[in-house]
């Protein structure tokens, strides 16, 4: 299989590839054409399809597996793919795995590690709460295969576990370092500040927001989940309750960023960094990915940071 990284212009392709998007329009002159969004593990490709009504152009729609034959080309500094023919591919042709962006470390260990941290959680409401949501099979099976978002940050299969584990590491080291932190309130918030993204955005492969997702958000949707699960423990403090639910609404950090409330709470300012932080190392690690070893070339403006960004000179 030719992985999309690892296309080069000036080739002739025969592969098959997940369609992530389709999208009819027309050119200045009137003339029909098709754009598609392909996508394997590695990454995505544009493509067109400029005579969508010519022999060989078969019918296919958003998510469905193409065989398309084509010649890579260069448009705007990037890579595009020129589709002379293309079909559904049948059962059997692929592996929906090598179609996926997937976490480069291990899903079974990441949730093992999770759940060692809500282990250490010694508030008694705090670690049933975690326990009802992580200790379920179905929930983890969802939580494991999520992404963290559509396209920021941390958007592959195992995503969410992987952004979720990395936030809340960074806040067990806060907790360490800083006394006025609730270890135990802090630790929890971090496990679930963004476990409303199992209902904002859809399973892959579509991997896009919901109805729920664009009405609400993840912020709000996460909230509902735990005020819902709450209610059923017996007892559970109404101010710790209230405390856990600021940590989430206040997680973005401005309201700007869409959080509906600033942190008031040290544990909500240490939450806000820590997502901050490691959502922002990400973003780093995926500009990086592709940049040979010993690369220092400017990679030029990058949005997340607002800047040019290029990797160190010392490895």
Known sequence: MRYVETLREGERINEIYLCKNKQPSVTKAGKPFVSL?????????DAKIWDPGSLGI??????????????????????QLNIKRIRKAQQGEYDPKEYLPVSRYNMDQMYEELMRMI???ENPYLKQLANVFFENAK???????????????????????????GVAKLCELFAAQYDI????????????????????????????????????????????MLAERIREIPGFPKKLEDELIHCILAHHGELEYGSPKKPALAEAVALSFADNMDAKMEALEEAFVNVPEGNTD??????SFESNIRKTSIS
């Open 58 to 79: 078969d019918d296919f729609e958003k998510l469905d597996y193409l065989n398309v034959v084509g010649d890579v080309t260069s448009f705007q500094g990037a890579l």
């Open 139 to 165: 929930f983890q099976e969802a939580f494991k295969f999520h992404s963290a978002a559509k396209t920021m940050h941390h958007g592959f299969v195992g995503g969410l576990l992987q952004h979720t584990l």
């Open 37 to 45: 969004t392909l996508q394997d593990k590695t990454g995505t490709l």
């Open 181 to 224: 932190l609730n270890r135990d309130l802090l630790v929890t918030a971090a496990v679930f500040h963004d476990v409303g993204k199992l209902k904002e955005l859809s399973r892959f492969p579509e991997n896009d927001y919901t109805d729920a997702g664009q009405l609400l958000g993840h912020i709000i949707i996460g909230t509902q």
């Open 119 to 121: 282990h250490r959680i």
């Open 298 to 303: 400017w990679l030029g403006f990058h949005r």
